[in-house]
């Protein structure tokens, strides 16, 4: 069996799934339970400066939207930082690092854009045995109105700021965890370098309403008749954080900020993925609330199996193993040519490649009267949207094009050279070939 | 309860009230809210999906499941009934395992089906528990047109000319309307008096008069309803039975299995019924399902249908066959009675095994007998009475593709016409096309 142990900028945890800052490491109470369950580390719910605790509302603070079957997809919440005393906090976290050592017990902050704000906390932190604090500059509802979380994570100069004061009045690794709520995700990652961050944690939520009540005409979720906008976080959000992941992990400025990959993780094969793309390991808070501290053993068991069969050694060896393949458009070869095949043993003639096709695509889906699918090579752009709707895994494979075999769309053989837009003859910056 | 299932002779109060009624409870209870979201879920929504086709009305089952998945089964109901009116009780006697739940490409994928037949149910009983009729009358076109049967066929064909502007009277032989929705179908397909309440819902279009107690040939003639009217159409389904051609037919307790089925329906205490200890049911169809699980359901001890064919041959489907063996039915393939046995009164029957040579059914030459207090016969109905004027083909009134018989101004459908099956939804639909059709004449 493969060993999971990780090491994330020098914090050990004996598997790369930690609990990402948020309900589920709230408490003492919950962090024990999720570290018997299996979990390799916590980052504990985000802590505020001393002091009254902030409220919560008391009304519903998630919205969510669904799959077939009620299969929660997404998940959006309005909640805020811990409402319990910051002396509340910094106890059970003392406490539990005490019975687990061999976890990772990571403290998300958030005070105020004020040196002395951040000089107080720090060393009441470093007191617990903490291995780490997460600066939360992602936090996109709420906390952000009142200048903190995402408002702070928006500005590049702010998050600069404040992660240099936290390695200045502090010896712990320090995460800085990003908002999606920006255009170039690029740019808060630079910032947190040059502040001395040791890794940036992303993503955080993504502004979002995920419905309207139709009868009271507002969003939900619904508080005495009025909405605000929330946090979007669950499967639905895992291809924006992929990108964005592998967006820091293929940026040259970048390549060697370590990365703690969030958004979405709800199988073994999501941390695997967000690994390959940079992550050296991985958060995951919805699959959790949605299923319980045991989908863990789940990921645990995937990941070790999947190493195993790849002769995978170490989590480390996963880490960027994909970053070379993620390259922009321009660079993708044209040349490369494939068409969809149907398997006619799988095959059950739902016909819902053909009305995609027919209806939205290149009218490159045959069907004869006894409801038989098939492929008409001469219009099939090898689009994938087939792939796609076809309810019946592998039923519907894109098929490479031998080299040297002629193309019933274009007429052209299949070249065995890498042809792309930069240099095709209908690129009118095209470089010339050779 | 004076009686029990070993009770020797025919007699009722075999099992308790309470029995009783769980027994001819609802056959498919219907699906809760919940229920009905998770099966519409698994609806691929298929492109010309396979499930229209072999709906004989032609429901857009894709549509009307995605309207109950998005939480409008009101839409949905409209849908169903647009095409077929009387989607209520199709929804709870279609045979859906031959026809749309067959096809469904889920059977395709994972043996099991969308869960057609019960999503019809959900959506149709939604809209007409809330006394919605969805259709209003169109402009009057002054015509009037007599139907004969208030059974499925006559009920859609009348409803489709009422909607479309037309007057209708329908003429039915028996005291109450609803012909094989009301008499013909088994109790537990058909609870809580739903038949009737399909009636008067079908009814409340207007423009409908019903007139009962009014037999053709008899009270009604074929000339004077082509003379007073703009149009026929004929619905009076099979009223005839046919004969087992066995030596002791004519002894008492030999039984038409539709009259027992029609009995079980209107009778008002079932406990009051009397049901032999030990029941043959000679047919392979429907109804001889439907009358050896019932006669079970009253409290027979032993309950056998005897089918003269194989399992393969016999018209109730393998889903009809192994509700009637899970209710405790036995099923004989290949046999063939040879004479009822008795004095004056059924005491048993003697079968003949049967086998298939050079695509001849004969007898193997080997007998054996069976104890019976009852003989039902369920082995097929007969067109009895039908107006000499009209052509007969394969012993039903001959239509064409609209519906038309050889005599102009006339149409006919559902089972006294030889169209499709004899089923009911076979019924609706041809007489909602035969409905199209006389209104398009009418009109041109």
């Not at chain 1, 992929?242 to 992990?249: D, G, K």
């Not at chain 1, 863990?296 to 193993?321: C, H, P």
């Not at chain 2, 089964?73 to 009934?81: H, L, Q, V, W």
């Not at chain 2, 076109?141 to 329908?170: E, F, Q, W, Y």
């Amino acid at each position: 069996m493969a060993n999971l142990a990780s090491e994330f900028i020098g914090i050990k945890s004996p598997n790369p799934f930690w609990l990402a800052s948020a309900p589920p490491t709230d408490k003492e109470y919950n962090v024990r339970r999720a570290f018997e369950a299996g979990w390799g580390g916590v980052v504990w719910k985000t802590l505020g400066e001393e002091g009254p605790p902030v409220v919560n509302v008391n009304g519903p603070r998630y919205g969510a939207i669904f799959g077939a079957d009620r299969r929660l997809l997404g998940l959006n919440n309005i909640e805020l930082i811990t409402d319990r005393p910051l002396e509340v906090n910094l106890r059970e976290i003392k406490a539990v690092k005490k019975d687990y050592p061999d976890r990772a017990i990571i403290v998300s902050l958030m005070v105020p854009c004020e040196e002395e704000a951040w000089k107080k906390i720090l060393p009441l932190v470093e007191e617990t045995g903490a291995d780490g604090v997460e600066l939360n500059f992602g936090c996109p509802h709420g906390m952000s109105e009142r200048g903190m979380g995402a408002a702070v994570g928006q500005v590049p100069e702010y998050i600069e700021m404040v992660t240099r004061w936290v390695k200045q009045y502090s010896k712990l690794p320090c995460i800085v965890k990003l908002t999606p709520n920006i255009t170039d995700v690029r740019k808060p990652a630079e910032a947190a370098m040059r502040g001395g961050a040791d890794a940036v944690s992303l993503i955080n939520t993504i502004n979002s309403i995920t419905s309207v009540d139709l009868d009271l005409f507002a969003p939900e979720p619904t508080i005495d008749g009025k909405g605000a906008h929330g946090g979007y976080c669950g499967p639905a959000v895992k291809p924006i954080a992929l990108n964005m992941v592998a967006e820091i992990a293929r940026s040259p400025e970048t390549a060697h900020l370590p990365i703690s990959g969030i958004g979405g993780v709800t199988t073994w094969k999501d941390a695997a993925e967000f690994m390959a793309l940079g992550a050296g390991n991985v958060q995951v808070c919805t699959a959790a609330m949605t299923y319980g501290f045991k989908v863990v053993q789940e990921m645990i068991s995937g990941l070790s199996d999947w190493m195993d069969q790849k002769g995978i050694e170490s989590t480390a060896d996963i880490v960027r193993r994909a970053v070379p393949n993620t390259t922009d458009w321009k660079d993708l070869n044209l040349n490369y040519i494939a068409k969809a095949k149907i398997d006619q043993d799988l095959c059950i003639s739902c016909g819902r490649c053909y009305a995609a096709c027919e209806d939205t695509s290149h009218q490159a889906i045959d069907m004869s009267d006894e409801r038989v699918f098939s492929v008409n090579d001469d219009e099939c752009v090898a689009c994938n949207l087939c792939v796609n709707v076809c309810p019946i895994q592998d039923c519907i494979t894109m098929e490479q094009m031998p080299i040297g075999a002629t193309d019933p769309r274009t007429g052209e053989k299949v070249s065995d050279k890498h042809g792309d837009w930069t240099t095709h003859p209908n690129n009118p910056m095209a470089t010339a070939a050779e | 309860m004076p009686n029990s299932i070993a009770t020797n002779g025919v007699v009722a109060e075999r099992l308790d009230q309470q029995t009783l009624a769980d027994n001819f409870t609802d056959l498919h209870p219907p699906l809760d809210d919940h229920e009905a979201l998770v099966a519409a879920d698994r609806c691929y929504f298929c492109h010309d999906a396979p499930c229209i086709t072999a709906c004989p009305t032609d429901i857009d089952i894709p549509l009307f499941i995605r309207q109950i998945a998005t939480g409008t089964p009101d839409a949905s109901a409209k849908t169903i009934f647009s095409q077929n009116i009387m989607g209520g009780m199709c929804a709870r006697v279609c045979p859906t395992e031959t026809l749309c739940e067959e096809v469904c490409v889920r059977e395709t994928a994972e043996g099991k089906p969308v869960e057609i037949g019960r999503l019809q149910r959900y959506a149709t009983d939604t809209l007409m528990g809330k006394g919605i009729h969805p259709f209003v009358r169109a402009k009057s076109t002054g015509k009037k047109v007599a139907v004969v049967g208030a059974g499925p066929a006559g009920l859609s064909c009348a409803h489709r000319l009422a909607m479309l502007g037309n007057d209708v009277v329908i003429f039915d032989a028996r005291a109450k309307a609803g012909g094989l929705n009301e008499f013909g179908i088994a109790s537990y397909k058909s609870v809580d008096g739903f038949a009737q309440n399909e009636l008067n819902w079908l009814l409340s279009i207007g423009g409908i008069e019903l007139k009962t107690g009014q037999s053709l040939g008899s009270d009604i003639t074929l000339d004077g309803l082509s003379n007073n009217y703009d149009a026929v159409f004929l619905g009076m389904g099979l009223a005839g039975v046919n004969a087992l051609r066995a030596d002791g037919e004519d002894k008492d307790n030999v039984l038409d299995a539709v009259s027992f089925i029609a009995d079980l329906r209107q009778a008002s205490d079932l406990s009051k019924l009397s049901i032999g200890r030990r029941i043959v049911v000679i047919g392979g169809g429907m109804t001889a399902v439907d009358a050896a699980v019932q006669a079970k359901l009253l409290g027979a001890e032993e309950v056998t249908i005897a089918y003269r064919r194989g399992k393969d041959r016999m018209s109730a489907s393998v889903y009809e066959q192994d509700l009637a063996t899970s209710k405790g039915v036995r099923i004989l393939y290949n046999v063939q009675p040879e004479r009822i046995l008795g004095n004056g009164a059924a005491v048993g029957v003697e079968f003949a095994y049967m086998q298939t040579k050079d695509g001849k059914l004969i007898s193997t030459g080997e007998t054996f007998e069976l104890r019976a207090d009852q003989v039902f016969k369920a082995i097929g109905q007969t067109l009895n009475g039908a107006p000499d004027a009209l052509e007969i083909e394969h012993g039903k009134i001959a239509v064409d593709e609209f519906g038309r018989t050889s005599q102009s101004g006339v149409w006919a459908g559902g089972d006294c016409a030889n169209g499709g099956e004899d089923l009911t939804v076979t019924a609706v639909a041809e007489g909602r096309d035969a409905a199209m059709d006389i209104h398009a004449s009418l009109t041109a």
